[in-house]
């Protein structure tokens, strides 16, 4: 797989999902700052809660930009069979006879996106399922608990 091209895509979602989010907000800033939104009564929250979510929104908005900052600047690494999970692995892993593909990324964790017919999830070390890939190599099993239940992934193909 060209993870350049899956980059590509990333960096086209993030962007996309950062114009709807700014669309959002714009809508709700303008909700809160709106003649309607003061309080007719020491009861009335709507201008708080919709400064609130404003807030909300302005910060993920952030977030978005660093992440579009952070893929722009991204140096990738191919890895082979031999070469242990780290940060820019694209991994296969199969459960319980279904095939799974995760993207490894310091942050922005939760994405999905679809590249060459294939579901591509970001996940970052630090969660459950990629702390239990890290420095593991294809053909290797990653065990994660979650509470009483043990789940294990066995690495397929690593790129």
């Known amino acids: 797989m060209d993870k350049t091209k899956l980059i590509e895509t990333i960096r086209a979602q993030l962007e996309k999902d950062m114009a709807v989010l700014k669309e959002a907000a714009l809508a709700t800033y ?10 007719e009564n020491e009861y009335d929250t709507r201008g708080l809660e919709a400064s609130y979510l404003a807030g909300a929104q302005a910060k993920r908005i952030a977030e978005i930009e660093e992440l579009l900052v952070i893929y722009k600047h991204l140096d990738v690494k191919n890895f ?4 242990k999970i780290n940060s820019t692995a694209l991994v296969e892993v199969e459960y319980n006879g279904k095939h799974s593909f995760f993207f490894i990324m310091a942050k922005g964790g939760g994405l999905s996106v679809m590249f060459e017919g294939r579901s591509i999830q970001v996940i970052t070390p630090n969660s459950p399922l990629g702390e239990a890939l890290q420095d593991l190599r294809q053909g290797d099993i990653a065990v994660v608990e979650t509470g009483e239940q043990v789940r294990e992934y066995e690495v397929i193909h690593v790129w």
């Open 30 to 39: 303008e909700a809160a700052t709106h003649e309607e939104s003061k309080p």
């Open 80 to 83: 082979g069979p031999d070469d």
